[in-house]
């Protein structure tokens, strides 16, 4: 008989253990860091648009050359030979352009390398591809495209034409270099003033 209580509570147990969630065996959720989320995002875009420009370049160079060596107009010619050595010297650009750095950044951090100094790297490449000497390289290029044209062929309108064409794409191939890294980097500075036996010193802090 004292087996019966024992039974009775087995029975009114077992519906409770048969309801219990069994334990998890799925592995725990990763979070990604939201740093290599960025350096990812960036290298897409730097691949983007270090192809997408790579490619439109050399096509126009390829175009323009083609043309010059069908066309029977010598002024529709020379038009051609400037805009194609234009575009040429854009492709010579492109290869050696520091933008590459930011996937190859980006494959070091997703290999397990350091976080922040990829970010740092891929912020210098973008730094770099933006700088002051890009621009004026651009307006060089623009400037001795047009002036080719219209004081050694004497092509104005062409010569005005090659030179809005070069320095409108040129100045876009630039602010459209991916800054997500950059900006991260720029952000995490920060500025504080702290009193010194001269006055006071702007301390950055990162």
Do not use: K
């Not at 307006?139 to 090659?162: C, F, M």
């Not at 064409?165 to 270099?177: K, R, S, T």
């Amino acid at each position: 008989m004292r087996a019966a209580p024992a039974l009775c509570l087995a029975l009114l147990a077992a519906p409770l253990t048969a309801r219990a969630d069994p334990p998890s065996t799925a592995p725990p959720s990763i979070t990604l860091d939201p740093r290599l989320d960025l350096l990812e995002r960036d290298a897409t875009h730097a691949r983007v648009w270090f192809w997408g420009f790579t490619a439109a370049y050399g096509l126009a160079a390829v175009a323009q050359t083609t043309f010059a060596l069908l066309v029977d107009d010598d002024g529709l010619r020379v038009d051609a030979i400037v805009g194609a050595a234009s575009a040429g010297l854009a492709v010579g650009g492109m290869i050696i352009s520091p933008v590459p750095r930011v996937w190859r950044a980006a494959s070091r951090a997703r290999a397990g390398g350091d976080l922040d100094l990829a970010l740092t790297e891929a912020a210098e490449a973008e730094r770099q591809g933006r700088a002051w000497y890009n621009h004026v390289l651009v307006g060089v290029v623009s400037v001795a495209a047009g002036l080719t044209l219209w004081l050694g062929y004497d092509r104005p309108v062409s010569a005005i034409i090659t030179f809005a064409q070069d320095a409108v794409i040129g100045e876009l191939n630039l602010w459209l270099i991916p800054t997500r890294s950059l900006n991260h980097r720029r952000s995490a500075v920060a500025w504080s003033l702290a009193p010194s036996l001269n006055g006071a010193s702007l301390i950055a802090v990162w």
